[in-house]
């Protein structure tokens, strides 16, 4: 497994900032979801024109890989109509993607609104992943949807990507969200979701409240928590899992977290002492 980090922690840095951080630090990829403070990473001047190519340059100079654009596409409205705009955001960051040499860009499912069920809901997603990696085969870039929201468990993403019918499609696997959302265990998730699996997540949480309160957890550093680190690794050995593993650090979300100078290298130092041997 290669190792990588969601830019999540450190939302508002440029592409220069991170990735200085990722050379220094010994990460082999970097998973984009925020840069300079913008998700709709298209729009910003360093993915256009000769800009790009210059980030393309240092990436490649510094010996990494964009290993996944991160989108805030969702497609569980009931109106049809803001489906379409969300699948016209994906293609431009599937463009995106495309060019920088990412395998993936993630969407989401993502929640079951008000006035909705869950089988209407469930469609509406798989017919949008249907269309989107249609568009995105022919630039070498598949559609991955993440295990979050009222859709987190394995066995619902493995649903809505049966449900899709499109070669192209995978999974983001987040065990975390589906352990907080589930109580999933790893080993049930890996079964259900197999080779679907493209890229995961990794992060670690403390208990801080009552049971059963989706809110009780708490990120912390990595090792400092309760979740099965080590146990994850194994599981993904078992699955012969050679992609990315993609260090979640929701600095953005979650603001009182540590900050990215410290909690990135921590991160990777953690790794190599404890499981890259593994």
């Given at each position: 497994?290669?190792?990588?980090?969601?830019?999540?922690?450190?939302?508002?840095?440029?592409?220069?900032?991170?990735?200085?951080?990722?050379?220094?630090?010994?990460?082999?990829?970097?998973?984009?979801?925020?840069?300079?403070?913008?998700?709709?990473?298209?729009?910003?001047?360093?993915?256009?024109?000769?800009?790009?190519?210059?980030?393309?340059?240092?990436?490649?100079?510094?010996?990494?890989?964009?290993?996944?654009?991160?989108?805030?596409?969702?497609?569980?409205?009931?109106?049809?109509?803001?489906?379409?705009?969300?699948?016209?955001?994906?293609?431009?960051?599937?463009?995106?993607?495309?060019?920088?040499?990412?395998?993936?860009?993630?969407?989401?499912?993502?929640?079951?609104?008000?006035?909705?069920?869950?089988?209407?809901?469930?469609?509406?997603?798989?017919?949008?992943?249907?269309?989107?990696?249609?568009?995105?085969?022919?630039?070498?870039?598949?559609?991955?949807?993440?295990?979050?929201?009222?859709?987190?468990?394995?066995?619902?993403?493995?649903?809505?990507?049966?449900l899709s019918s499109a070669p192209k499609a995978g999974a983001v696997w987040d065990p975390i969200n589906c352990f907080i959302a589930t109580r999933e265990r790893l080993d049930n998730g890996a079964a259900v979701l197999g080779a679907a699996i493209r890229h995961v997540h990794i992060k670690d949480i403390r208990r801080k409240g009552g049971e059963g309160d989706e809110n009780s957890w708490q990120y912390v550093l990595t090792g400092r928590g309760e979740f099965p680190l080590q146990e994850l690794q194994s599981t993904l050995k078992n699955l012969a899992y050679d992609r990315f593993l993609s260090f979640e650090w929701e600095k953005k979300w979650h603001p009182e977290l540590a900050d990215a100078e410290f909690a990135l290298p921590h991160f990777a130092e953690w790794f190599r002492k404890n499981c890259a041997h593994g």
């Open positions: 497994m290669r190792l990588s980090f969601s830019t999540l922690a450190c939302p508002d840095w440029t592409m220069s900032q991170i990735i200085a951080i990722a050379t220094t630090a010994g990460y082999d990829g970097i998973e984009l979801r925020f840069v300079e403070g913008e998700d709709s990473l298209w729009r910003l001047p360093v993915f256009q024109a000769a800009a790009l190519g210059s980030v393309k340059h240092a990436l490649a100079d510094h010996g990494l890989a964009i290993c996944c654009v991160d989108t805030s596409c969702r497609f569980d409205s009931p109106d049809a109509a803001e489906r379409e705009r969300w699948i016209e955001e994906g293609q431009r960051m599937s463009d995106l993607a495309g060019e920088l040499g990412a395998p993936g860009f993630r969407v989401f499912g993502d929640t079951i609104r008000g006035g909705s069920d869950r089988e209407s809901t469930r469609g509406w997603i798989a017919d949008s992943i249907r269309q989107l990696a249609e568009i995105a085969a022919p630039k070498g870039v598949d559609v991955w949807v993440e295990t979050h929201g009222d859709f987190a468990s394995a066995r619902e993403t493995a649903a809505i990507l049966a």
